[in-house]
C-alpha cells in the first residue's frame, strides 16, 4: 500500500525553528515528487512547495519561498518542511502529498495524514 | 500566483445534482488539462476525486464527474448523498515552477 506519514503534532513558541516529517513506503521513493500542503484554520488548500527525492529538486511557491526549506533524505524515504523562526501565523495544518504519476502525474494522491502545527506564546 | 476561484458553498437536497465551479487563468486551468478536485471531510485529509479535468480514480463512484470549458473547471456531483457532504477543492498545474495552485474551497451542504 503507497502511504505517506506524517510526524506527529507540534507546539511552538514564536520564534522557535521546527522541523516536521513525510515518510514514504509502498513506492519508489526516489521517483514522486512531493508536495507540502498549508490548512489555515477554516480555510482553504495552499501549495507551498514541492521536491524530487531523487535528486532534491525544489519548488517554492512564491509565497512561501524564503519563509521554509524543504528538503528530502531518499535513504530513509523521507521529505521534510522546516522553519527557521516560526510566528504566529504559521500555525496551521500541514500536509505531505505525492505526484500521482511518474510522468505528467500533476494530481496528488495519496496525502499525509496531516501534522498540527501551533505557534502560541 | 492567485488562487482559483471557486464557490464558497453550495448545497442540493438528496438525489440532486449540484455542480462547484473552480475559474482560473490561461496560465493554469485555462492553459492545460491538468485539473484535480479533492474531497475533504472534517478533521481528515484530502481524498483525490477526479485527476486530468476529467478521471475518475478506482473507487470513486461514477457520480462524480469533471469537466472544463475555457479558464473554468467544473466538478458535478449527481444523485447526491449524505456522505457527500464535504468541502471540495480544485487544483491546477500552473507551469515548472509554481506546479500547483488550489481554489478556496467550497462547502457542500446536502440538504
Known amino acids: 500500500e503507497v502511504q505517506l506519514v506524517q510526524s506527529g503534532a507540534e507546539v511552538k513558541k514564536p520564534g522557535e525553528s521546527l522541523k516536521i516529517s513525510c515518510k514514504g513506503s509502498?513506492?519508489?521513493?526516489?521517483?514522486?515528487?512531493i508536495a507540502w500542503v498549508r490548512q489555515m484554520p477554516g480555510k482553504g488548500l495552499e501549495w507551498m512547495g514541492i521536491?524530487?527525492?531523487?535528486?532534491?529538486?525544489?519548488r517554492y511557491s512564491p509565497s512561501f519561498q524564503g519563509q521554509v526549506t524543504i528538503s528530502a533524505d531518499k535513504s530513509i524515504s523521507t521529505t521534510f518542511l522546516q522553519w527557521r523562526t516560526l510566528k504566529a501565523s504559521d500555525s496551521a495544518m500541514y500536509y505531505c502529498?505525492?505526484?500521482?504519476?511518474?510522468?505528467?502525474?500533476?494530481?496528488?494522491?495519496?496525502w499525509g495524514q496531516g501534522t498540527l502545527v501551533t505557534v502560541s506564546s | 500566483q492567485s488562487a482559483l476561484t471557486q464557490p464558497r458553498s453550495v448545497s442540493g437536497s438528496p438525489g440532486q445534482s449540484v455542480t462547484i465551479s473552480c475559474t482560473g487563468t490561461?496560465?493554469?486551468?485555462?492553459?492545460?488539462?491538468?485539473v484535480s478536485w479533492y474531497q475533504q471531510h472534517p478533521g481528515k485529509a484530502p481524498k483525490l476525486m477526479i485527476y486530468?479535468?476529467?478521471k475518475r480514480p478506482s473507487g470513486v463512484p461514477d457520480r462524480f464527474s469533471g469537466s472544463k470549458s475555457g479558464n473554468t473547471a467544473s466538478l458535478t456531483i449527481s444523485g447526491l448523498q449524505a456522505e457527500d457532504e464535504a468541502d471540495y477543492h480544485c487544483?491546477?498545474?500552473?507551469?515548472?515552477?509554481?506546479?500547483?495552485?488550489f481554489g478556496g474551497g467550497t462547502t457542500l451542504t446536502v440538504l
Open positions: 490561461s496560465s493554469d486551468v485555462g492553459g492545460y488539462d491538468y
Open positions: 521536491i524530487f527525492p531523487g535528486d532534491s529538486d525544489t
Open positions: 486530468d479535468v476529467s
Open positions: 487544483c491546477s498545474y500552473a507551469g515548472n515552477y509554481i506546479f500547483a495552485v
Open positions: 502529498a505525492r505526484q500521482g504519476a511518474v510522468v505528467a502525474g500533476y494530481w496528488f494522491d495519496p
Open positions: 509502498g513506492y519508489n521513493f526516489s521517483k514522486y515528487w
